[in-house]
């Protein structure tokens, strides 16, 4: 079975400019692919300790050693208490959650959230 318009010269040339342009493309994506540009920073959701101001889609730094430069300045009060927002399992409010120094119980209900917002340890 042969593609239509391969009869004539303009059909087979534009066959090949396609099939060229596919081939420059996935090489394109591939060489793309093996050098990711390093993030310098990740949107994420945060809230305020000190005074509960919730920021959707703020810019946290990422350290050389790929882990979240926590606690960044708040952006309403200016406090360096903002953290990652997490909300709690018991009664729903945001929390503040620094992952390296995650809380032990929740400001508003006082429920045990020990162990609970610890990051698994990576499989070897």
């Known amino acids: 079975m042969r593609l239509p318009g ?10 090949g400019a396609a099939a060229a342009l596919v081939i420059g493309l996935c090489v394109w994506q591939t060489i793309r692919a093996a050098r990711p540009p390093a993030l310098e920073a990740v949107p994420c959701l945060v809230v305020c300790d000190a005074c509960g101001a919730l ?3 703020r810019f946290v730094p990422i350290r050389s050693d790929g882990s ?3 606690p960044v300045a708040c952006a309403t009060c200016g406090a360096k208490a903002a953290a990652l927002c997490y ?3 018991s009664c729903g409010k945001p ?15 006082k429920a045990d959230l ?10 070897r």
């Open 114 to 123: 020990e162990g609970m917002f610890r990051q698994p340890n990576p499989p």
């Open 87 to 89: 909300n709690c399992p």
């Open 95 to 109: 929390l503040a959650v620094d992952p390296a120094n995650p809380p032990a119980r929740c400001k508003h209900c």
């Open 6 to 15: 391969t009869g004539s010269t303009v059909g087979r040339v534009g066959y």
């Open 68 to 70: 979240l430069e926590l």
């Open 55 to 57: 920021e959707l889609d």
